[in-house]
């Protein structure tokens, strides 16, 4: 399965990169992504870093292949690299924010208020 997405992967960004990055040099470069790709999802981390990790490596990627053309690449293209890290910060930043919104104290939970006063005095300590 991972193969087979290697493979449509170079041949897309084959198309969408200028003439002079080929299959040839789109296909190692993002070979290592889709082996790391493929061993986290066969060990089954959980999904969350799964995506991370996966947009993080994809991300790589993509700085790899700016670094080796002879031409800057298409800004669509560097903005399609980005947009997934971006995708699964927002995501998570709205998941953490509803979460701890759901948290509310309880009604018969203490708060700050129930705390006694303690003194301003430290305790005393013996001497050895």
Avoid at 12 to 18: G, H, K, R, S
Avoid at 56 to 85: D, G, N, Q, R, Y
Avoid at 91 to 109: D, E, K, V
């Amino acid at each position: 399965m991972f193969f087979s997405l290697w493979l449509l992967a170079s041949m897309i960004l084959d198309a969408l990169t200028p003439p002079e990055l080929n299959f040839y040099m789109i296909g190692p470069i993002i070979a290592p992504a889709v082996i790391i790709t493929g061993f986290l999802y066969g060990l089954r981390i959980p999904s969350r870093d799964f995506v991370l990790v996966s947009a993080a490596v994809w991300l790589v990627c993509e700085m790899m292949l700016e670094m080796i053309t002879p031409k800057p690449l298409s800004p669509f293209l560097a903005v399609s690299a980005v947009a997934p890290l971006l995708l699964a910060g927002i995501l998570l930043h709205i998941q953490h924010w509803r979460q701890t919104g759901s948290h509310s104290r309880r009604a018969g939970s203490p708060s700050l208020t129930d705390v006694p006063a303690s003194s301003n005095v430290l305790p005393s300590r013996r001497p050895f």
